[in-house]
């Protein structure tokens, strides 16, 4: 490859060196991982989780030591009617597949790049969701030797053909190798110590007993009023994630209101910022009809949202927590018990969580 006035610009700083280093020294213990035989998606997750190696690098490093150093084949996809969820299905099948190894990139929109060992079922849990137009490059080799091209590309076609929802046979000559599927050993959690909460500033009546009056369910905890310094507003892109982030599934929460009107939309947008203002470095994602939508009142306007009709949200982030009493709090607040989270001052921050 030629060099063009532009390939050396990145060293021209100590910050673009050093970064540039050290992304070539976590590159050769990649590349070092394959005489043990270790997937690299598995390897690259553990780095990721250890904040070693960004999502950014995911696609780069991938293509260095798969394609240019081991020669994998290699594929890529802009999907044209995914499976949606239920992806851990996937793994039943392909945990079978010993004749290659596999390696799987999904270009979340939100999350960035999502790298996935195809026969490790906890990671299809990080996609959570694919949809239609969405890009997925895969991988396929073998760690001691050269693959089969003929044998990779049908591992490549029978695995999109999985992605998009579709059955049929499984080749034969896929089932015998020496690229048998190793379960990673767990890594063992760092206990952290919970901060201690600052005290409420005061308190206000329960969204349970509002909830009581309109046969809903109550929630569990009273609602704390907490001044803030500015306005209360939706969550706005893009997402700032750490490394190491995840994303729950997608939770669907019905509107149970007649409309889902303003007053809702106002009690979803002070839920979802008492739940980030609690939880550092968690961050509440909206979709409506699969779409993601940064700006709850661009949609939710009168009329448009029916009774009967669904929400959806994910959490990302690292260490999610309170997931479910979430998910309990949007349900009330787009129900007609929402004027239950409309008290204080609009600058306020409900202490929910």
Known sequence: MNDSKFSYENFSTRTGFNTSVRHVKSTLSFIQDFSDKRNLADALNEAVDSGAVSSVQLPVVSAMVLKDKFGYSFAAKNLDAPIGEDLEKIADEVIGWNAVDLVLIYFHPDLGPIIVNPKNSDHWKLVGQLRKNELVTAYAGSFTKKADPAVCKKALDRLFSLLEGQTGKIPADLLKGDCAYRKAKPVKEAVVKPARKAPAA????????????????????????????????????????????????????????????????????????????????????????????????????????????????????????????????????????????????????????
């Open 202 to 353: 005061k308190k206000a009546g329960r969204p349970g007993k509002a909830a009581a009056k309109k046969g809903e369910e109550p929630v569990e905890a009273a609602v704390e009023v907490q001044e803030a310094a500015a306005p209360v507003a939706a969550p706005a892109a893009p997402v700032a994630l750490v490394a190491g982030s995840r994303m729950t599934p997608m939770y669907s929460v019905p509107v149970t209101n007649e409309l889902f009107h303003n007053g809702n939309v106002e009690a979803w947008k002070r839920i979802v910022a008492s739940f980030e203002a609690q939880h550092k470095g968690l961050t509440v994602m909206i979709y409506y009809d699969n779409e993601r939508i940064t700006n709850i009142n661009s949609l939710f306007k009168w009329g448009k949202v029916k009774r009967g009709t669904s929400i959806q949200f994910v959490v990302a982030g690292v260490d999610i927590k309170d997931v479910a009493k979430l998910q309990k709090y949007l349900r009330q607040g787009a129900s007609s018990a929402f004027e239950a989270f409309l008290v204080g001052a609009p600058s306020s921050v409900l202490n929910l969580f």
